[in-house]
Structure formats: C-alpha cells, structure tokens
C-alpha cells in the first residue's frame, strides 16, 4: 500500500526537464514494479506448517465423529444380540425335545414295514447345501468363515463325485453365488433382520420339494452356531434324512447343541454405556423313552416332521442371527479402540507441531527486538 502510494505522488509532481536527475533516479527506484497477474489467493498466502496443523484438526475432528458412530453401532447391536440370544434359548427346549420325539417314534418304525419318506435312507448321489449367511456387513469375517466352509464342503463332493446344488439364505451369500454362475444355485432366499417361522417355512418347503422329489439324496444345513460373545463356529448338520441319534448333530457325528449360552446387559461404568456378561444354561427336561401311541406312529410322523424341518431350520437362522450380532459388536468395538489410539496419535502429532510453530514465532520476536538494538 505505501509503494502505490509512493508511485501516485511520484506520477503526480510531474518533474520538469531542470529537476535533478538525481532525485529522479530515487523516486524511480521507490516505484513498485506492474504486476498484471491476478492477486494471490487465501490458500496461497497460508504457510505449509498452519496448513498442517488444520489438516491434523480436519483429521481429528474426523476420527471423533467416526468413534462416535462405531460406539453407536457396538451399543446397537449388543441391544439386538440378547434378543436374538433370548430367541434361540427359548426355542431351544421345543426343538430338542421334537428331535428326541421324532427319534423315538421313528426308532420303533424301523421294526415295521413303513414307508416314511423324510426319514428314509438311500444312496447319496446329489447333496442339497443350505447356506445362511448375513445380510448385512460390518461384521468383521462372520460373512467369509461360513461362505468359506461352504467353499470347502463343495470341494469335498467334489472330490467324492457326487453332485450339489446350494439354496442360499442371506443377501451376502446371495451376492457372492451370483458372482460365480458356475456354482449351482437351486434358490436365493433372504431371511431378514427378525427371523420368523414365516421365512423358516419357505426354506423348509423348497427343502421338502426337493427331497421327497428325490431330486436330492441329503440335505445338510451350513450356519454359524453362536457360542459366545467373541466366538462363533461355522457348523454343518444333516437336515434330512432324519437324523438316527435324536440330538443335532454335524456331519462328522458332533453334537451342535450349546450347554451353555451368555447373556448380554447394558449397563453404566465411569459414565460410559458398557456390555456386562452373564452364563446361564438352559434347562432341558428328561425325555422318557418309553411312548404309547394313541393315533398311527405314520400319521404321527407325518404331521411332526414337517414342523421339525420348520423349527431346525427357524434355529438355525436365529443362531446365525445372534451369532451376526455378536461379531458386529466385536468388531465395532475393536473400531472404537483403534479410533481412540489414532486419535491420541494425531493429538500428540498436532501439539507437538503448534508448540514448534510457536516457538518459531518467540524466536522471530527475539530476533526483530535483538536488531533494533
């Protein structure tokens, strides 16, 4: 501003041809050069170092924002997964204690010559694979561990020579046989954020159409079985034929079955919303081996099985539900931590950069004091 107001005195004065040269070489110098270009931006006048610093800020600021939705979503699902942990231990006892009765009538079938055919055992040559897998992500590899048990069960018919279709129930599993057409898919099924007998049913029929059909020798049902809150397993059982050991079992003869299930409770610790575990098992009552029927054993089965498919099945989707739930909520408090510790780093990151930046600027005052001396 004082150089153009130099160069405007200098213009108006208007020197005659008699001034000294002298004086008018000085007042040449004083003139600011033109500058034709365009005045320097906000960004451009801002020091590499303020940059940085409100770059750390924007990042920080941005790291809060993310802990605060993973903390969100960890309080989310920890609410969700004690229901759907409530879901399956209250089934538990009806379901079992059908396996035990269908187990029992058909035990005393196999003296008579009756023809019952969910629970009739013949030559596998094809083998039908109900896949459940989540609909949603964000839920660390709870998704990949079970497409990648499907993934190994095929290979093995494969490697046995026998045929196999896959009924997949879930929109991620959904997705990923859609991306590989050379695995066949005999129906996409979805079971939704609330597994109800309704979903259960549609699986238990195309299961059923398929059997009795003969279009398939055997169905084995791949889930993943909730165990804890940190552990999950990817199981495999034998849907149809009717299993011989009245108990739910895999397909290396294992019991699937949890003795022990854990509960989950919202609670306050330090003025934070935290997750308090709890061990409950569930209470099953003595089966007695000894049955008298009143109406016919056949019609008996008849009428069971196709409830027991509906209730294995319903199981299984609930499980798979709880056991997605949980390993959300693993995975989002294993967010929430990391967000903490990058955000302690970036602060220790930023103090460190303004105490420099303001020990330069001291050190410049100094030195303008220092000169003036």
């Not at 004083?30 to 303020?50: D, G, H, W, Y």
């Not at 029927?293 to 008849?302: G, K, R, T």
């Not at 027991?308 to 294993?334: D, G, K, V």
Request: net charge neutral; with cysteine.
């Amino acid at each position: 501003m004082a150089c153009s107001n130099l160069t405007t005195m200098w213009v108006s004065s208007k020197p005659s041809l008699s001034a000294d040269s002298s004086s008018l070489s000085f007042r040449s110098v004083l003139k600011c050069p033109t500058n034709t270009s365009s005045p320097p931006s906000r960004a451009s006048s801002v020091s590499p170092l303020q940059a940085s610093l409100r770059e750390l800020r924007d990042r920080i600021d941005s790291v809060k924002n993310t802990q605060k939705i993973t903390e969100a979503m960890k309080l989310v699902a920890a609410a969700k997964v004690r229901r759907a942990q409530e879901a399956v231990v209250n089934g538990r006892p009806f379901s079992e204690t059908l396996v035990e009765v269908l187990y029992n009538i058909n035990e005393q079938l196999q003296t008579d010559d009756v023809d019952v055919p969910l629970t009739k055992v013949r030559p596998v040559k094809k083998v039908a694979l109900v896949v459940v897998t989540g609909d949603r992500g964000l839920c660390g590899g709870f998704n990949n561990f079970i497409i990648k048990k499907a993934e190994a069960r095929i290979k093995e018919l494969k490697g046995l020579g026998l045929e196999y279709t896959v009924i997949s129930v879930g929109k991620k599993g959904n997705s990923y046989f859609l991306r590989r057409p050379y695995i066949p898919v005999d129906k996409y099924l979805e079971a939704g954020t609330l597994p109800t007998a309704k979903e259960a049913q549609t699986v238990a029929d195309d299961v059923f159409s398929l059997f009795i059909s003969e279009e398939v020798d055997k169905v084995e049902l791949l889930y993943t079985k909730f165990v804890s809150l940190v552990k999950s397993e990817p199981v495999i059982h034998t849907l149809l034929p009717l299993s011989p050991k009245g108990e739910i079992c895999d397909i290396n003869g294992t019991c699937v079955d949890a003795a022990e299930d854990e509960f989950f409770r919202l609670t306050t610790k330090e003025g934070k919303l935290t997750v308090e575990r709890e061990t409950f098992r569930t209470p099953t009552a003595d089966f007695s081996p000894i049955l008298q029927f009143e109406q016919d054993p056949v019609q008996i089965l008849d009428a069971l099985l196709p409830l027991y498919l509906n209730s294995q099945i319903l199981r299984a989707l609930q499980e798979s539900l709880a056991s997605e739930l949980a390993a959300r909520m693993s995975a989002m408090s294993s967010a929430s931590d990391n967000a903490s510790d990058l955000k302690k780093s970036l602060s220790m990151v930023y103090n460190r950069k303004r105490q420099a930046k303001i020990t330069g600027e001291i050190l410049e005052i100094v030195a303008g004091a220092n000169a003036q001396v």
